[in-house]
């Protein structure tokens, strides 16, 4: 049974900084890619950051691209997303996910090839 868990959420002030986790159980971990999504009350789930199964490529939406960083520890099953330069427009639930045919070109930020999801975490920015 795989499990994601996602944590290190939390209400910050604009300007700071957040580093989520997520652990993942029930599958090889180091040959999986995986994806950083979110989703705010009202919009649409956005793809935010992929990274390959061996670290070896990652990519970001344009909306993030040059403040957070997407990162991935085989040795510990973990996934992380850190993020810079916190604005309210990122508040939302950001949520952990991967898939057996996930990559990190084409439609990944559709989020179509997930199989596995966390349950989320909240990250809150304040002005």
């Known amino acids: 049974q795989v499990q994601v868990v996602e944590s290190g959420g939390g209400t910050v002030q604009a300007g700071a900084s957040l580093r989520l986790s997520c652990t993942v159980s029930?599958?090889?971990?180091?040959?999986?890619?995986m994806a950083w999504f979110r989703q705010a009350p009202g919009k649409e789930r956005e793809g935010v950051a992929c990274?390959?199964?061996?670290?070896?490529?990652?990519v970001y939406a344009d909306s993030v691209k040059g403040r957070f960083t997407i990162s991935k520890d085989n040795a510990k099953n973990t996934l992380y997303l850190q993020m810079n330069s916190l604005t309210p427009e990122d508040t939302a639930m950001y949520y952990c996910?991967?898939?057996?045919?996930?990559?990190?070109?084409?439609?990944?930020?559709?989020?179509?090839?997930?199989?596995?999801w966390g349950q989320g975490t909240q990250v809150t920015v304040s002005s």
């Open positions: 996910a991967t898939g057996s045919y996930m990559s990190c070109s084409g439609s990944w930020p559709t989020g179509n090839s997930v199989d596995y």
């Open positions: 029930g599958l090889t971990f180091d040959r999986y890619a």
């Open positions: 990274i390959s199964w061996n670290s070896g490529r990652s």
